[in-house]
């Protein structure tokens, strides 16, 4: 859901036929990313979990060069899944990161610090219902 210019926000939401969502805790998994357009360029959202390190990855890539996505600042919160789409204020867990660009494959984004990461422990902790978690993407240009 887009809230405002380059700040959208979505909510992952347990498997339709599960109570507890443990399958997603069992295996790598990635998601589809989600388009934000800022600034008359395409940004695209991602969250992904990796099994062997069990841990929740985010991260914003731009379509674009290294020196376009430097000009750009994102901020990501994650916060409980029950929480209201336009409040991300005190979200569980907040940072800055820099933008990736896309000359990045996966390992080189996981491995940049330009990502916001959090373990399994910490995701499970934000549930609530049949919500795993809500987050925030957002993304500004630099000064």
Not at 79 to 106: I, M, P, W
Not at 125 to 139: E, P
């Amino acid at each position: 859901t887009k809230l405002a210019e380059g700040l959208m926000t979505c909510k992952m939401m347990y498997p339709k036929d599960e109570k507890t969502g443990d399958s997603l805790y069992e295996s790598s998994a990635r998601f589809p990313p989600l388009e934000l357009e800022f600034d008359k360029r395409l940004f695209y959202c991602y969250y992904e979990r990796k099994n062997s390190r069990g841990m929740w990855i985010f991260f914003i890539r731009m379509y674009g060069s290294e020196q376009l996505a430097s000009r750009y600042q994102c901020t990501i919160h994650v916060g409980s899944g029950d929480r209201e789409k336009n409040n991300f204020d005190g979200a569980e867990r907040s940072g800055q990161v820099s933008c990736v660009h896309y000359g990045l494959d996966r390992l080189q984004v996981h491995e940049s610090g330009c990502c916001l990461t959090i373990d399994d422990a910490g995701i499970r902790k934000m549930a609530t219902g049949n919500a795993l978690f809500r987050v925030w993407w957002q993304v500004t240009k630099k000064n």
